[in-house]
């Protein structure tokens, strides 16, 4: 826990002497041997620093002085108060501090709190320079314009303004100065109504609406909402109003694009009219037909498709360019395939990929040893399409590997920071242990990265394992990129639902890298990283009990609900991985709706690649791979695809 800080007995020492007293200790002091004890007398300090009883915390902290988390409390310690401290006292404390995660977190609660108390000279000798996040930046560029720096402030303001989205109530003073200053002109509020516009915010927009002054800005306002409401008036519009002016082109361009969100067939015919008579650069028009482009691209629509691939003829973006490939894979166009693999950028046409499907290409137009040798130069190496490849020309799968062995000497330096994660995995604070692991990433070299990850294999922190491991990038070390870990939990529900259980570890360790306490940004949690509705629905079909969404960060919980998921997608595909896996991603919906567009004229391999999400595609690609490299490491026979998987149409 993260709190306060020094009370006014000690707002006139200097950090030096602060930070010689909290973290040096006292000579005389005579630390608690018991670690039990240790911990009793933490709990205790943290209770003392709730309420914000420093000196009484002061009394007993040297009793535990050496125990791995007190840096905690001594932090809690010195944020009571804080405003109270000078910038030099907290720029010291951080740099004595540098080797604790909440060294980096002191920052901005020190702005926040200089700005509540109005110290402006104080916040600006702290922090000399614009600082990121958008309220701190408020912060300085009032701080800026009230030490007499106006121009500066201004400027500021003009970016901060500058924004789709709505701006943090600090700036809510400086607006109002700016405001008075004159600067906030009707070109540039109808400039800020433009990016609303773009971010879909028509609360923003009609707000903005209401702060224009003059009859023309109003009408043009006006224009920019009707243009918002019914984007398909933009051909008028532009007939109407032809200018060369940027508030104009921005119009038009904004309202292309949410046309073609809406209807990306009557966009590109806005388009064509639009552009016979505008001041569109060359450079524009073609980024504003590529994001029609991207959505027109399953036409069925002749005139459309020729359209499309013209644009993509014009295009040096590869993200486009790969979307037309897959459609041609899709539609089993190989000449279509060639053509387009061809006009990627030399970089991404040599990738594994690209190379893998230039080589199924020339096999399926007859060019078997063009095409042989191509497939052969991918075999050995550590990649789906190397696994592909060995596949389809029915040659065993190979992969380098390498391991290593843990050298303690390496780090030995970060002892201490070991020690107190093993204190805060013990005592349960896996979201601190996660920071703290981290944050040592971060500051180490590659050589003690890779140590760290055998560190974390041989304490089976099998999380921070990975972490460390992609840290350090140890691609070819699968031993301690894939750990072995909650057998017992996969084995069980494996057996249960029929399914090996090395597809629910590969599973698990593609959503959470075997974390057990993962939380995605929209909600999934645990090991298997299980949507708490899918949760519900789950455990109501299979009568699994389950008492809300912390059951989730149980891990036989977690596996029991996420395995019955997956079995029940694998029982709706017909035990298909690839459909399942897919579905487990995306949705059972969104499965459907690729299998109908493909017409099951594909391979299986062809189907994984024309997956358009690139989420989708690479996490069944991942879990794949993942489960070749467990078989390997637990010495288990297997396939890559089963024989229904690789004889089925897609």
């Excluded at 009707?226 to 984007?231: E, R």
């Excluded at 037909?289 to 036409?299: K, P, Q, S």
């Excluded at 230039?358 to 399926?364: Q, Y």
Aim: some cysteine; glycine content about 4%.
């Amino acid at each position: 826990m993260v709190g306060k800080s020094f009370n006014k007995l000690y707002q006139l020492v200097s950090c030096s002497s602060v930070c010689a007293f909290l973290f040096v200790g006292n000579s005389l002091a005579s630390p608690v041997s018991n670690i039990q004890e240790q911990r009793a007398l933490y709990d205790r300090a943290q209770k003392l620093l709730d309420r914000r009883q420093v000196s009484q915390y002061q009394s007993i902290r040297k009793k535990i002085s050496d125990y791995p988390l007190t840096p905690y409390t001594d932090y809690r310690a010195f944020l009571i108060d804080l405003s109270a401290k000078s910038p030099d006292q907290v720029n010291e404390f951080i740099q004595y501090n540098y080797s604790y995660p909440f060294s980096s977190s002191i920052r901005a609660p020190y702005i926040e709190t200089l700005a509540l108390q109005r110290k402006w000279k104080q916040l600006l000798e702290f922090q000399y320079s614009e600082p990121s996040g958008e309220a701190y930046k408020c912060h300085y560029y009032t701080a800026l314009y009230k030490v007499g720096q106006k121009e500066q402030a201004f400027e500021g303001m003009d970016k901060l303004w500058l924004s789709g989205d709505s701006i943090s109530k600090h700036c809510d003073y400086l607006i109002k100065v700016w405001d008075k200053a004159g600067l906030k002109t009707d070109d540039i509020i109808l400039r800020r109504m433009l990016l609303a516009f773009d971010e879909r915010n028509n609360g923003l927009m009609k707000y903005l609406k209401r702060q224009l002054k003059t009859a023309e800005a109003q009408k043009k306002a006006a224009e920019i909402t009707d243009l918002y409401s019914k984007p398909e008036m933009v051909v008028r519009f532009a007939r109407e109003n032809a200018e060369d002016s940027d508030i104009y082109l921005m119009q038009v361009s904004s309202a292309l694009k949410r046309l073609a969100r809406k209807d990306a067939e009557k966009a590109q015919v806005a388009f064509s009219q639009v552009m016979v008579n505008n001041s569109f650069k060359e450079e524009d028009k073609q980024k504003l037909a590529e994001f029609i482009v991207y959505r027109l691209m399953n036409t069925e629509s002749e005139p459309l498709a020729k359209w499309r691939d013209d644009v993509i003829d014009m295009s040096n973006e590869d993200k486009l360019i790969e979307r037309r490939i897959r459609l041609a894979i899709q539609q089993a166009d190989w000449r279509g395939t060639q053509r387009w693999i061809a006009h990627l950028t030399p970089e991404t046409r040599e990738t594994l990929r690209w190379q893998y499907w230039l080589g199924r290409s020339e096999i399926a137009l007859g060019m078997h040893e063009h095409g042989q040798t191509r497939l052969e130069t991918l075999l050995g190496k550590r990649n789906f399409y190397s696994v592909a490849a060995a596949g389809f020309m029915g040659v065993p799968v190979a992969y380098p590997t390498t391991f290593l062995n843990l050298d303690h000497t390496v780090i030995e330096p970060h002892k201490r920071a070991l020690y107190r994660i093993q204190e805060l995995i013990d005592r349960s604070k896996i979201s601190a242990a996660k920071t703290e692991w981290n944050w040592l990433l971060r500051n180490a070299s590659i050589e003690e990265k890779k140590m760290l990850a055998a560190y974390a294999a041989d304490k089976n922190w099998h999380h921070l394992t990975v972490k460390a491991s992609i840290s350090a990038k140890l691609w070819d070390n699968v031993q301690l990129r894939f750990p072995i870990a909650h057998q017992w939990w996969f084995d069980h529900y494996a057996e249960k639902h029929g399914i090996d259980p090395i597809t629910l570890m590969s599973l698990a360790r593609q959503e959470s890298a075997m974390d057990v306490n993962a939380r995605s940004p929209v909600g999934a949690r645990g090991i298997m990283q299980i949507m708490p509705r899918t949760a519900q629905y789950t455990a109501r079909k299979y009568r699994i009990r389950y008492n809300g969404a912390r059951d989730l960060y149980s891990v036989g919980k977690n596996i029991e609900i996420g395995s019955s998921y997956l079995n029940g997608l694998l029982e709706r595909f017909d035990d298909n991985r690839i459909f399942a896996f897919a579905a487990y991603n995306a949705g059972p919906h969104r499965v459907k709706k690729w299998r109908e567009r493909s017409n099951e004229n594909l391979d299986v391999y062809a189907f994984i690649e024309s997956i358009p999400f690139n989420e989708t595609r690479g996490y069944v690609q991942n879990i794949l791979m993942f489960e070749t490299y467990y078989r390997d490491l637990m010495g288990v026979d297997g396939q890559f695809l089963t024989k229904r998987e690789k004889l089925a149409r897609y």
